[in-house]
């Protein structure tokens, strides 16, 4: 028997919201892209919501900070500080951060998270 607690739906996994947002800014799937090539992609509309609905932008910034496999540091380096950039539009309580890390984009992404179950 399952146990409905550690039971993720498919469209809530990690990965996908990097797809979904891929979707909303091309009009198409992302065929045969690794996701540190998705992330090139959709990183500098990161931020704006026209383009990626803010709680699909909290998965993808947290995604891309934490989970992507990037093909070497200098892509990490790179699409990871334009995430990071981003994070100043997506989490407003990083609005007047000059420089903003991991561990808060962790932080916050970890609250919100909770206060969304609640």
């Not at 947002?21 to 045969?32: G, I, S, T």
């Not at 891309?64 to 380096?77: A, G």
Request: charged residues 35%; glycine residues 0%; hydrophobic residues 35%.
């Amino acid at each position: 028997m399952e146990n409905k607690e550690n039971f993720i739906r498919k469209e809530d996994q990690p990965e996908n919201s990097l797809k979904r947002a891929y979707m909303l800014v091309h009009n198409k799937e992302p065929e045969n892209l690794a996701d540190w090539e998705i992330v090139q992609k959709i990183v500098e509309v990161l931020g704006d919501q026209n383009w990626i609905p803010s709680d699909l932008a909290r998965e993808c910034l947290y995604n891309i900070v934490h989970s992507v496999d990037y093909p070497d540091k200098d892509t990490k380096k790179n699409l990871v500080l334009m995430a990071e950039d981003a994070a100043r539009s997506i989490f407003p309580e990083l609005s007047s951060v000059e420089e903003v890390h991991m561990d808060q984009i962790e932080y916050l992404y970890n609250k919100w998270k909770k206060d969304k179950k609640e």
